[in-house]
C-alpha cells in the first residue's frame, strides 16, 4: 500500500538512487527495506476561510523518513505540485543529506498543494497555522523540526512557531528553524544554501587546478538558493554568465552584475526585463560553456538530452534531485564534469538549521561569521570525506555521497536492532 502511495517519477528516481548505493554496499535484504521507506507518510485536509468567505479544503502531506539518529528534519512548501511522492522523496534525500553531513538528525518533508503567489498574507497565515494544528501530535523538538522552503519563509516559520508555543503555554523556539532573528532564529541562515553551494564549487575549482579570478558560472533559478549562489561565486571573483528564474533567462559574456539583478528582483518579482543582459532560451543557457553550472531550481532539471550538450567542468546541485538517472549515467560515461551531488552542495541550509536548533536549546546566539566560519569547515570535512572515498573506490561522486550517507543509517539501525 505504501509503495501505491508514493507512485511519482521523484521518488522513482530517489528509490532508483537508493537501490544502486544498497547494490554498491552489498546491504541485506531485512536492512535494506527497513532503510529504504518512510517509517511515517501524514496527509491531512487543511480547511480554512478564504478573504472572500469561501471555506477551501487544502491538502498537506508531511513524510518522516526515519527517526533512527534523532527528529527529523526538512522544510515545508507551499507549491501547486505538491504531492506526497514529491515529498517522500525530498524527505529520503535529506535522510542521506544530514547523515552525510553528521547531523543528529532523519530526513523529513512537508508541503501543502497551494499557490502562495495567489493567496493574501492573511490566508496563508491561517494555513499555515491550521496545519500546523493538523500536525500537533507528530511534532515537537525531538520528533520532527520543519524550516523553509519553496513558497514558504521565516514569517511561516514565525506563524508556527506562536501557534505550537501557544498550545504548550510558553515560546518553544525550537520547533522550528529558519525563524526571524527576532524570534530566536539564526544569523547566516538565509544565505546558508547558497553560500554552500559556493564555496563547494570553489573548492571543487581548487581541485581540477582552475583559477577562480578567471572562472566562469551560469546558475539556474534565482531565487533564495540560486540568489545567494550568485551573489557568494560573483563575491569570490567568478564571473556569472546566465541566469535563469521561472520567467526566464539572461546571458552576459562579459558577466551580469548580481548586485543590480537582486535589486531588479526585489523591485519586479522576476529575472526577466533586467537591463544589464541579453535573452537566452532557457534550455540554451544550461548547455553553454562555462566552469560551473549550478542547476538551483526544481528537481529532474538536468534530462539526458541536456547531459549530452553540457559543457561544464563542474555541475553544482544547489536544488533536490536536479539531474536525472538517465542524465547521471551519461555524465559518468563522459568522465569530463566533477559532480557536486546535492545531498553535499546543498547541505549548508540543514546544516545552519542545525545550528540554530542548538543554539535555541543553549538560549544564546552566535554572530554570523561564527556561523558562517563553522559551515565552512563542516562542508570542507564532507566534501574531503567524499571525494576520498570516490578516489578509493573508483565510483562518482554522487554514488561516494550516497554510500557513505546510506551506510551511516544502515550501522545505527543496526546497532539499535528491530523492536520485536
Given at each position: 500500500m505504501q509503495k501505491e502511495l508514493l507512485a511519482n517519477p521523484v521518488f522513482a528516481m530517489a528509490a532508483e538512487q537508493f537501490d544502486l548505493v544498497a547494490d554498491f554496499l552489498q546491504l541485506p535484504d531485512d536492512l535494506r527495506e527497513r532503510c529504504k521507506w518512510p517509517k511515517r507518510l501524514i496527509s491531512v485536509a487543511v480547511p480554512i476561510k478564504l478573504d472572500n468567505g469561501v471555506t477551501q479544503v487544502f491538502y498537506g502531506h508531511r513524510v518522516q523518513h526515519h527517526l533512527t539518529r534523532g527528529p527529523v528534519k526538512g522544510g515545508l512548501r507551499f507549491h501547486p505540485s505538491v504531492d506526497l511522492g514529491e515529498v517522500a522523496a525530498l524527505a529520503m534525500w535529506m535522510n542521506w543529506k544530514c547523515a552525510l553531513m553528521d547531523l543528529p538528525y532523519g530526513g523529513g518533508k512537508g508541503g501543502i498543494a497551494c499557490d502562495p503567489r495567489q493567496m493574501s498574507r492573511g490566508e496563508l497565515e491561517r494555513l499555515t497555522r491550521r496545519f500546523t494544528m493538523e500536525m500537533l501530535p507528530f511534532i515537537s523538538p525531538e520528533i520532527d523540526v520543519m524550516a523553509p522552503d519553496m513558497g514558504t519563509n521565516e514569517q511561516t516559520m514565525a506563524w508556527m512557531t506562536d501557534t505550537y508555543s501557544a498550545r504548550t503555554g510558553y515560546l518553544v523556539p525550537s520547533i522550528v528553524t529558519g525563524k526571524p532573528i527576532g524570534m530566536q532564529g539564526s544569523a547566516g541562515r538565509t544565505l546558508a544554501t547558497g553560500h554552500g553551494v559556493a564555496f563547494l564549487s570553489t573548492n571543487a575549482l581548487y581541485k581540477l587546478g582552475i583559477s577562480i579570478g578567471s572562472a566562469t558560472a551560469i546558475v539556474q533559478g534565482f531565487g533564495n538558493v540560486g540568489s545567494h549562489t550568485a551573489k557568494t561565486l560573483a563575491a569570490y571573483g567568478v564571473k556569472v554568465t546566465g541566469i535563469s528564474d521561472a520567467s526566464g533567462a539572461l546571458w552576459n559574456s562579459c558577466g551580469i552584475d548580481v548586485d543590480a539583478l537582486r535589486?531588479?528582483?526585489?523591485?519586479?518579482?522576476?529575472?526577466?526585463?533586467?537591463?544589464?543582459?541579453?535573452?537566452?532560451?532557457?534550455?540554451?543557457?544550461?548547455?553553454?560553456?562555462?566552469?560551473?553550472?549550478?542547476?538551483?531550481?526544481?528537481?529532474?532539471?538536468?534530462?539526458?538530452?541536456?547531459?549530452?550538450?553540457?559543457?561544464?567542468?563542474?555541475?553544482?546541485?544547489?536544488?533536490?534531485?536536479?539531474?536525472?538517472?538517465?542524465?547521471?549515467?551519461?555524465?559518468?560515461?563522459?568522465?569530463?564534469?566533477?559532480?557536486?551531488?546535492?545531498?553535499?552542495?546543498?547541505?549548508?541550509?540543514?546544516?545552519?538549521?542545525?545550528?540554530?536548533?542548538?543554539?535555541?536549546?543553549?538560549?544564546?546566539?552566535?554572530?554570523?561569521?561564527?556561523?558562517?566560519?563553522?559551515?565552512?569547515?563542516?562542508?570542507?570535512?564532507?566534501?574531503?570525506?567524499?571525494?576520498?572515498?570516490?578516489?578509493?573506490?573508483?565510483?562518482?561522486?554522487?554514488?561516494?555521497?550516497?554510500?557513505?550517507?546510506?551506510?551511516?543509517?544502515?550501522?545505527?539501525?543496526?546497532?539499535?536492532?528491530?523492536?520485536?
Open positions: 535589486v531588479y528582483v526585489a523591485e519586479h518579482g522576476v529575472v526577466s526585463g533586467f537591463p544589464g543582459a541579453d535573452v537566452i532560451d532557457p534550455q540554451e543557457m544550461l548547455c553553454q560553456p562555462c566552469d560551473v553550472l549550478a542547476p538551483a531550481a526544481m528537481e529532474r532539471a538536468i534530462t539526458k538530452d541536456i547531459a549530452a550538450l553540457l559543457q561544464c567542468r563542474i555541475l553544482a546541485e544547489g536544488a533536490n534531485g536536479p539531474t536525472t538517472p538517465e542524465a547521471d549515467r551519461i555524465i559518468d560515461e563522459r568522465g569530463d564534469i566533477f559532480v557536486i551531488p546535492d545531498i553535499l552542495c546543498n547541505a549548508g541550509g540543514v546544516t545552519v538549521s542545525y545550528f540554530e536548533w542548538v543554539q535555541n536549546f543553549q538560549r544564546f546566539q552566535w554572530s554570523e561569521n561564527e556561523v558562517i566560519s563553522k559551515l565552512e569547515t563542516m562542508l570542507q570535512k564532507a566534501f574531503e570525506k567524499v571525494t576520498s572515498f570516490a578516489d578509493r573506490h573508483k565510483v562518482s561522486q554522487r554514488m561516494a555521497a550516497q554510500s557513505i550517507a546510506v551506510k551511516t543509517v544502515a550501522d545505527a539501525k543496526s546497532l539499535r536492532g528491530l523492536f520485536p
